[in-house]
């Protein structure tokens, strides 16, 4: 769609990528490539989405980002523009925290209530690719609620060497990451040539935008947070699992639900209180193309969404050098307010501490409803010892569903190494050294969701049942 591309680096209408020998600039031409590329043409592969349009935006390719380009690139043409796939965000290197500044995040916020006439903007963002020493809660983008936020597995079903787990991640697709580099993506490339070789959660969001796609031609009305509930809904745990054998010492679960791979665990799935199963690694699952535009054909938009202040906590707390800190926020949902939520899309827990490691520092919330979700986990590179964060607003998705009423908990701690344990709420066996010194300042508790029951008018066509959402709508009609 060359009447919605623009180029923000050379300020002109023609974001054609700068040629290098090295072909750094052949990112944005192969993400192009899996969401749109034609069919029957005998020519590099297939696009996701093939009757589809592309524009391209051109913003990274200068010496330097600054808040206004990126602004005006997440803000260009929303009304000719239905998705924003991004892949790109803050340097993966185990240690950086970052995200969008307020240019930025303005842009996205209006992308959402006002792009597409209103029915909201789709942001996709790669979960990025700073492996098991990072995590992707630490990039405010990918972290967003106002985005959706994709990992990758490799064909047989394996987190890829690069994936990074957080809360935030809504579901993941298919990229390379075996050892065979003709394991890629096949897309179009620079030169006029193709690829097999396209990799990383780069090439993970362009495919969800390509089925994002397909779930808007099969419904035009569809809102953004309506996209986010299909995506829940549809996505698929099929065989997905953690060959790498990290341990996260607060996940571990009942033996008959725990997977065993040689010696060591998974990265166990769960079950939050509504009966939907979840990972800190892929999210709700692999997305289902044909699932998805099949229940997109029948849904009935989600009912208005409200914000809930739950509570706050700002006294400071110390974190113990061995053991744990754990606070409680007793909250009724804002009930008999405007605010009120009974059914939970997003949770923040906003939270500011200083640390002598932060990246030994871990998070964990736990819902009224016993979901437990690591926030924040171990990332061994980050040394800082000064800067903590400040009003960070760590996200998950994994009570998603849920009714918030309830004692949540948050539990601080300091973790010096990957060890096998089983979570028990009040010791955690991996404790760090005795001279590891931190201060919690802050918990803010935010709910997001609807108050009334997001699924009671969906109804699926006959011999097309959804499991999910058969099982959620029985856990919300039990509830009341």
Sequence with gaps: ?????????????????????????????????????????????????????????????????????????????????????????????????????????????????????????????ASGDGGEDDDCNCDGYAASMWTISINSAINNGENAHYDESCSSTLASTFSNGGRNPETGVATTDLYGRCTRSHSGTSAAAPEAAGVFALALE??????????????????SRNSLFDGRCRDFPFLGIKDNHRESHGN???????????????????????????????????????????????????TPHEIPASGNLILEIDTDGCVGTQFEVRYLEHVQAVVSFNSSRRGDTTLYLISPMGTRTMILSRRPKDDDSKDGFTNWPFMTTHTWGENPTGKWRLVARFQVSNCFSQFILHSFPCQGPGDHVGTLKKFELMLHGTREAPYNLIETIEGQTNKKLDTVQKAHKRSH
């Excluded at 034609?38 to 996701?48: F, P, S, T």
């Excluded at 809102?223 to 809904?233: E, G, I, K, Y």
């Excluded at 800190?280 to 099949?294: I, P, Q, T, Y």
């Design 1 to 125: 769609n060359a009447e919605a591309s623009y180029d923000f680096s050379s300020n002109d209408p023609f974001p054609y990528p700068r040629y290098t020998d090295d072909w750094f600039n052949s990112h944005g031409t192969r993400c192009a490539g899996e969401i749109v590329a034609a069919r029957d043409n005998g020519v590099c592969g297939v696009g996701v989405a093939y009757d589809g349009k592309v524009a391209g935006i051109r913003m990274l390719d200068q010496p330097y980002m600054t808040d206004l380009i990126e602004a005006n690139s997440m803000g260009h043409e929303p009304n000719k523009i239905h998705i924003y796939s991004a892949s790109w965000g803050p340097t993966d290197d185990g240690k950086t925290v970052d995200g969008p500044r307020n240019a930025t995040m303005r842009a996205i916020v209006k992308g959402v209530n006002e792009g597409r006439n209103g029915l909201g903007s789709i942001f996709v963002w």
């Design 218 to 235: 099969a419904n035009p009305s569809l809102t953004w947070r309506d996209l986010q509930h299909l995506t829940v809904l549809t996505s």
């Design 264 to 314: 060591c665990s998974r990265f166990e799935w769960q079950m939050n209180g509504v009966g939907l199963e979840y990972n800190h690694l892929f999210g709700f699952g692999v997305l289902d193309a044909a699932e998805m535009v099949m229940l997109a054909m029948v849904w009935k938009s989600a009912p208005p969404r409200y914000h809930c202040t739950a509570g706050l906590i700002d």
